[in-house]
């Protein structure tokens, strides 16, 4: 079957605009994940989605960073005035809904490239 | 103290050698761990789960140790096609380490 997809595959804004990253995940899977991955470095939790709501979104830097997914599915990570420094690989995950968050596996998307200059 | 942590690497090691590599955590309530492989410019791939002592898949073995809290990935008679990044996972916690990559040569 398909699996997670993510658009755009490559993104390039300039400072201060805002982007809008977007995950389809696995049919049938509740939880939804996002992370951040820069060079060199293992992926970075930002948030995590339990159906349609927010379950932790305690790695989400600052307030310039949103995540939605309003009906369960497709969830769409929003960052505002975006700074060099949020150039980052943007990872979507998706799992089966488990008891608690991480507790199965996680299928990931390609990622978004996502450069500010 | 991170509460992943891997070792650092990179591993290089011949085709055919056998490898190990550690992955500590600190939450010792943790009841599964996860070993993913990435490849270059690519996205994490689920490699193996491990919910008790370990598990073993062909020439993979991951083995979990609970009282020192660490879990290691050890691949034996390793293939060019190995080389890539090792990331461990600590399930219940959206935590990753940082990788190790392994590279092996002809």
């Known amino acids: 079957g398909a699996g997670v997809s993510q658009t755009p595959s490559n993104k390039v804004t300039e400072k201060g605009k805002y982007v809008e990253l977007r995950c389809d995940p696995i049919s049938g899977h509740t939880a939804l994940y996002w992370y951040r991955q820069s060079l060199g470095q293992g992926p970075e939790f930002l948030i995590y989605f339990q159906g349609t709501g927010a379950a932790d979104d305690s790695g989400l830097p600052n307030d310039r960073f949103f995540a939605v997914r309003p009906e369960g599915s497709v969830s769409t990570l929003k960052i505002q005035r975006t700074e060099r420094g949020d150039s980052a690989v943007y990872l979507c995950?998706?799992?089966?809904?488990?008891?608690?968050?991480?507790?199965?596996?996680?299928?990931f998307g390609p990622g978004t490239r996502l450069t500010v200059t | 103290r991170k509460e992943v942590e891997q070792d650092p690497g990179p591993f290089n090691v011949p085709e055919g050698a056998t490898v190990a590599f550690n992955c500590t955590y600190s939450n010792s309530a943790s009841q599964s761990f996860f070993w993913y492989r990435q490849d270059c410019r690519k996205e994490p791939k689920l490699l193996m789960s491990?919910?008790?002592s370990g598990n073993e898949d062909g020439r993979f073995t991951a083995q979990l140790n609970r009282a020192s809290q660490y879990i290691s990935l050890l691949i034996r008679d390793s293939k060019l096609s190995d080389s890539a990044t090792y990331l461990c996972?600590?399930?219940?916690?959206?935590?990753f380490g940082q990788g190790t990559e392994l590279s092996v040569k002809p």
């Open positions: 491990v919910y008790s």
């Open positions: 996972n600590q399930g219940g916690k959206l935590i």
């Open positions: 995950a998706s799992s089966l809904s488990a008891r608690g968050a991480g507790a199965y596996e996680q299928y």
